[in-house]
């Protein structure tokens, strides 16, 4: 009994020393992931409040580029000596 019991818990030390590390990696990738994500669906949202309230970009003026993402990007433009922002989808 006591080799089993002495076998029981030097599985289990094994196991916590190879398992726990790489359950600490793992939780900072998930952490790093949803991250990222939750950038993307950010900028996701600006784009389209801007595109709402500012609208699309014409196709004529040069622009400069504020931020992408994706196949989205929101550009500052002047137009007539005011500066505005546009999306171009």
Do not use: Q
Request: glycine share 10%.
């Amino acid at each position: 009994m006591k080799k089993f019991t002495f076998g029981g818990f030097v599985g289990i030390a094994i196991s916590v020393i190879v398992f726990v590390p790489l359950r600490l990696s793992e939780r900072r990738n998930k952490f790093e992931f949803g991250r990222n994500n939750g950038i993307v669906a950010g900028r996701f949202e600006a784009a389209d409040a801007l595109e709402k309230e500012f609208g699309l970009y014409d196709g004529h003026t040069p622009y400069k580029v504020l931020f992408s993402v994706k196949t989205t990007s929101v550009v500052s433009m002047e137009t007539n000596g005011v500066r505005t922002v546009r999306v171009i989808p």
